[in-house]
Structures are given as C-alpha cells and as structure tokens.
C-alpha cells in the first residue's frame, strides 16, 4: 500500500520561502510513477501545482507558479519537495501530495493520481 507523508508548510510572509517535502512509501524498487502537488483554497477546486515524474525526470507546472517554485527528487529517500519562493498571499491554500500507480502517464489533473496525503497548509500574509 502506497501511503505519503508530507512536511513542511506554514505561514510566511510575501516574498518568502517555503519547502514541502513528501516521503513515498510502498512502491517496489525500480518502479517508474508520478508524483505532485496540488492545492486548495477555501471555496475553490483543488488545482495541480507541478508534477515529477519518477524515473524519468521529467517536470511540468501550473502557469501560475512557473519561475517560482521548482518540484524535484531526492530517490535516495523515496521523497519530492516543493521549494516554492516569492510567495504570494494568492498562493496561501492547503497543499496536497499525489502519486500515481506504476507506469501510468504523468499530468497535472488529478485524473492521473490515485495516492493523497493528509494536506499541509500554507499561509501567505501581505
């Protein structure tokens, strides 16, 4: 069973910095999968934020984050972070880890996840 621990969020300032980590667990060694971050504002739906891909490398982000927050992977510790920089008050939401089942295709909905974390929050003051 694939669970996510995440870490990491808080409350900051406007032009801050943040790091969100989230540790995989359960998935066989070698195996190729997607993993994200997603977020949700009161009120609104959960948006896909950036993914990674699992052995492959390969990245994609929200327009809305592009230049200020960079997904990447440690695979030594089965974990992905979210360095996200110049915050803004806009980014404040409650941050989701996802991973997708072995060797499906990797996108930013979250038709492409099956696995969730507990959500982490992330305040932004002006």
């Known amino acids: 069973q694939v669970q996510l621990v995440e870490s990491g969020g808080g409350s900051v300032q406007a032009g801050g910095s943040l790091r969100l980590s989230c540790a995989a667990s359960g998935y066989t060694i070698g195996s190729n999968y997607c993993m994200g971050w997603f977020r949700q504002a009161p009120g609104k739906e959960r948006e896909g934020v950036a993914r990674?891909?699992?052995?492959?490398?390969?990245?994609d982000y929200a327009d809305s984050v592009k230049g200020r927050f960079t997904i990447h992977q440690d695979s030594a510790k089965n974990t992905v972070y979210l360095q996200m920089s110049s915050l803004k008050p806009e980014d404040t939401a409650m941050y989701y880890c996802?991973?997708?089942?072995?060797?499906?295709?990797?996108?930013?909905?979250?038709?492409?996840?099956?696995?969730w974390g507990q959500g982490t929050q992330v305040t932004v003051s002006s």
């Open positions: 990674i891909y699992i052995g492959g490398g390969s990245t």
């Open positions: 996802a991973a997708s089942r072995p060797f499906r295709a990797c996108g930013l909905s979250i038709l492409y996840f099956d696995y």
